[in-house]
């Protein structure tokens, strides 16, 4: 719409102008003016547009208390000769100008500064007019200018609520209307919208949709949010690429996207993410079945590494297994230069392959790592025994081989060591001694370990659980086992063990589990005979000799395996045992019956 101008009079110039009359007369027309102004930003639904022209008064009203004011208006005043004020004004803003002019008529006082005034404050008004259509941002740049904030800082957040509305309108559904308050309506508050929290310059710094079962895709929108902190889209239903664009998020801390259905893989791009601390990915099933990028590397200040499907930071903590992703090929060696790291997990992506780098060696600050089900080949690192704030060391479902390096006999952090389901050969350990006085889980079966029964071990008193089955280890188990009195699951079945247990079983009084199935075990079940809190004995395959008394007081029992033996007289031992409810002990010399 354009607008014509039209003559609304001609003013002469007088020389003693009555200044604060004027200046009144020109407040009232401001007023009516603003009023106007308002009405109309409400009638379109952009009320802060007023602000703009509430800049421009303030302007105009700096300029005249200019003390160098009179002079530039004498000067205008002499090369223009009179002045022209020509407007269209809003209906009331009109009327006052009539008033004023019929004021004039009649010798009201009119000056070089007060047709100034009425210039300026007549090219205000037209200018609102005119740009009644431009962008909406202009005015608000003009707003925060007139309240003290930067113009680049009010733009930006504008377009950050911008980006928050284009991130919902990419999701289908949420719980709990976490999102209903997110409007273009409100879109000036957003930093009042809920899971969004801002700083006091007004940028988002984090965003928490965690455990909202969205569903939906994940577009770009979110990167355009640069001051952003933390982002977390956990527990969701998440069907999406990561998005390369939010690796122009140089200032995030933090990525937690765990428990979604996400595909591909991580970007290269997320290698620019220079202040990022915690990246989880965590499970994500399947189709997440990319390549890790050697562009990882280039984070300086990262903390954590997820890339499994589980988030098990605490070493004594019990998991399930979670759905597995399936990324594959090698680990990039550039993750050694995270030196930050202290949490580092590549669990149950199956398809990983290659070497285990010796350069991870030099990830000093590791308490967990994880290599846990891939498939990983070659030996383990020796250099994995510099890590001595290690905690968490987990080798296990692998294709490793050769020996155990005695390197890790070192660490004297150690909670948990699981090398399981490899292809380890020769001895387990080859010291008298290990600094593993912490060592709570150890996991070494299914392997190819020969040789006596590691006798270190003996000296580990804080193990509770031990589990050696499924390997080639000969000869007797030592006499002095009873030391590990905190063990509650021994499995030492299908070696090549024989002789008695030794009696020193009897301290091992936290014992819940105890496996000596095929093996070449003789003597009695004597050494039982203290294990109250017993559930479960299984000591099938063996050359067992004796009775069942020794297990009469083991009320707790639930399951009992002892066929294949030669265990002599009744079963009446068993009859109190009211918990039993799996009992094998078929091809023995017993009698009797337990009904």
């Given at each position: 719409?354009?607008?014509?101008?039209?003559?609304?009079?001609?003013?002469?110039?007088?020389?003693?102008?009555?200044?604060?009359?004027?200046?009144?007369?020109?407040?009232?027309?401001?007023?009516l003016?603003?009023?106007?102004?308002?009405?109309?930003?409400?009638?379109?639904?952009?009320?802060?547009?007023?602000?703009?022209?509430?800049n421009?008064?303030?302007?105009?009203?700096?300029?005249?208390?200019?003390?160098?004011?009179?002079?530039?208006?004498?000067?205008?005043?002499?090369?223009?000769?009179?002045?022209?004020?020509?407007?269209?004004?809003?209906?009331?803003?009109?009327?006052?100008?009539?008033?004023?002019?019929?004021q004039?008529?009649?010798?009201?006082?009119?000056s070089?500064?007060?047709?100034?005034?009425?210039?300026?404050?007549?090219?205000a008004?037209d200018?609102?007019?005119?740009?009644?259509?431009?962008?909406?941002?202009?005015?608000?740049?003009?707003?925060?200018?007139?309240?003290?904030?930067?113009?680049?800082?009010?733009?930006?957040?504008?377009?950050?609520?911008?980006?928050?509305?284009?991130?919902?309108?990419?999701?289908?559904?949420?719980?709990?209307?976490?999102?209903?308050?997110?409007?273009?309506g409100?879109?000036?508050?957003?930093?009042?919208w809920?899971?969004?929290?801002?700083?006091?310059e007004?940028?988002?710094?984090?965003?928490?949709?965690?455990?909202?079962?969205m569903?939906?895709?994940?577009?770009?929108?979110?990167?355009?949010?640069?001051?952003?902190?933390?982002?977390?889209?956990?527990?969701?239903?998440?069907?999406?690429?990561l998005p390369?664009?939010?690796?122009?998020?140089q200032?995030?801390?933090t990525?937690?996207?765990?428990?979604?259905?996400?595909?591909?893989?991580?970007?290269?791009?997320?290698?620019?993410?220079?202040?990022?601390?915690v990246l989880?990915?965590?499970?994500q099933?399947?189709?997440?079945?990319?390549?890790?990028p050697?562009?990882?590397g280039?984070?300086?200040?990262?903390?954590?590494?997820?890339?499994?499907?589980l988030?098990?930071?605490?070493?004594?903590?019990?998991?399930?297994?979670?759905?597995?992703?399936?990324?594959?090929?090698?680990?990039?060696?550039?993750?050694?230069?995270?030196?930050?790291?202290?949490?580092l997990?590549?669990?149950?992506?199956?398809?990983?392959?290659?070497?285990?780098?010796?350069?991870?060696?030099?990830?000093?600050?590791l308490?967990y790592?994880?290599?846990?089900?891939?498939?990983?080949?070659?030996?383990?690192?020796?250099?994995?025994?510099?890590?001595?704030?290690?905690?968490?060391?987990?080798?296990?479902?692998?294709?490793?081989?050769?020996?155990?390096?005695?390197?890790?006999?070192s660490?004297?952090?150690?909670?948990?060591?699981?090398?399981?389901?490899?292809?380890?050969?020769?001895?387990?350990?080859?010291?008298?001694?290990?600094?593993?006085?912490?060592?709570?889980?150890?996991?070494?079966?299914?392997?190819?370990?020969?040789?006596?029964?590691?006798?270190?071990?003996t000296?580990?008193?804080a193990?509770?659980?031990?589990?050696?089955?499924?390997?080639?280890?000969?000869?007797?188990?030592?006499?002095?086992?009873?030391?590990?009195?905190?063990?509650?699951?021994?499995?030492?079945?299908y070696?090549q063990?024989?002789?008695?247990?030794?009696?020193?079983?009897?301290?091992?009084?936290?014992?819940?589990l105890?496996?000596?199935?095929?093996?070449?075990?003789?003597?009695?079940?004597?050494?039982l005979?203290?294990?109250?809190?017993?559930?479960y004995?299984?000591?099938?395959?063996?050359?067992?000799?004796?009775?069942?008394?020794?297990?009469?007081?083991?009320?707790?029992?639930?399951?009992?395996?002892?066929?294949?033996n030669?265990?002599?007289?009744?079963l009446?031992?068993?009859?109190?045992?009211s918990?039993?409810?799996?009992?094998?002990?078929?091809?023995?010399?017993?009698?009797?019956?337990?009904e």
């Amino acid at each position: 719409m354009h607008f014509h101008r039209r003559s609304t009079g001609r003013a002469s110039v007088v020389s003693s102008p009555d200044l604060p009359a004027l200046r009144e007369r020109f407040r009232m027309l401001v007023i009516l003016v603003l009023c106007c102004l308002q009405l109309s930003a409400c009638a379109v639904g952009e009320e802060d547009t007023t602000f703009g022209e509430i800049n421009r008064i303030e302007t105009l009203d700096e300029t005249l208390q200019d003390p160098d004011f009179d002079a530039l208006a004498e000067w205008a005043g002499k090369e223009h000769g009179s002045i022209k004020i020509e407007s269209v004004l809003p209906p009331a803003a009109a009327s006052v100008g009539t008033h004023m002019g019929q004021q004039q008529a009649h010798g009201g006082p009119t000056s070089q500064r007060e047709l100034q005034r009425l210039r300026l404050q007549d090219q205000a008004v037209d200018t609102s007019l005119t740009n009644g259509h431009e962008p909406l941002h202009r005015f608000q740049e003009e707003s925060a200018h007139s309240r003290g904030i930067s113009r680049t800082l009010l733009q930006d957040s504008f377009g950050e609520a911008d980006a928050l509305l284009q991130f919902k309108a990419e999701i289908e559904n949420y719980a709990d209307n976490a999102l209903d308050g997110w409007t273009t309506g409100n879109r000036s508050t957003y930093c009042s919208w809920t899971r969004v929290i801002c700083d006091d310059e007004l940028h988002v710094i984090s965003l928490n949709f965690s455990g909202l079962n969205m569903n939906g895709t994940l577009g770009p929108s979110l990167g355009k949010l640069e001051y952003l902190e933390d982002l977390d889209l956990s527990l969701n239903i998440l069907v999406s690429e990561l998005p390369v664009e939010w690796g122009r998020l140089q200032r995030l801390q933090t990525l937690n996207v765990h428990d979604n259905f996400l595909f591909g893989g991580v970007p290269a791009e997320y290698g620019n993410m220079s202040s990022l601390r915690v990246l989880n990915v965590g499970s994500q099933g399947e189709f997440f079945n990319g390549s890790i990028p050697e562009e990882l590397g280039l984070l300086s200040e990262l903390e954590v590494l997820a890339l499994g499907a589980l988030f098990n930071f605490d070493a004594k903590q019990e998991y399930d297994y979670y759905p597995s992703n399936k990324m594959r090929g090698p680990i990039p060696k550039s993750i050694a230069n995270c030196t930050k790291l202290w949490y580092l997990d590549f669990f149950g992506n199956n398809y990983l392959t290659g070497p285990i780098p010796r350069e991870y060696g030099q990830l000093l600050n590791l308490e967990y790592l994880s290599f846990e089900q891939n498939n990983f080949t070659g030996s383990i690192p020796s250099e994995l025994g510099n890590l001595t704030k290690i905690k968490f060391l987990h080798l296990g479902k692998n294709a490793l081989e050769r020996e155990f390096p005695v390197e890790l006999a070192s660490l004297s952090e150690l909670e948990f060591l699981n090398v399981a389901n490899n292809f380890l050969t020769g001895s387990f350990l080859t010291v008298e001694s290990t600094s593993w006085s912490r060592l709570e889980k150890l996991f070494i079966n299914r392997n190819n370990f020969r040789g006596g029964f590691p006798r270190a071990v003996t000296a580990m008193t804080a193990l509770t659980e031990f589990e050696l089955l499924h390997n080639e280890f000969t000869g007797g188990l030592p006499e002095n086992l009873g030391q590990l009195a905190n063990l509650q699951v021994f499995d030492f079945g299908y070696n090549q063990l024989d002789g008695e247990l030794p009696d020193s079983l009897n301290n091992c009084t936290q014992l819940f589990l105890l496996r000596a199935s095929n093996n070449n075990l003789t003597g009695t079940l004597e050494p039982l005979r203290n294990l109250s809190l017993l559930h479960y004995l299984y000591a099938l395959n063996n050359r067992l000799t004796g009775t069942l008394e020794p297990l009469r007081n083991l009320s707790q029992l639930r399951e009992l395996e002892v066929w294949n033996n030669t265990l002599t007289g009744t079963l009446d031992p068993l009859r109190n045992l009211s918990l039993l409810v799996l009992l094998t002990v078929v091809d023995n010399r017993l009698t009797g019956t337990l009904e």
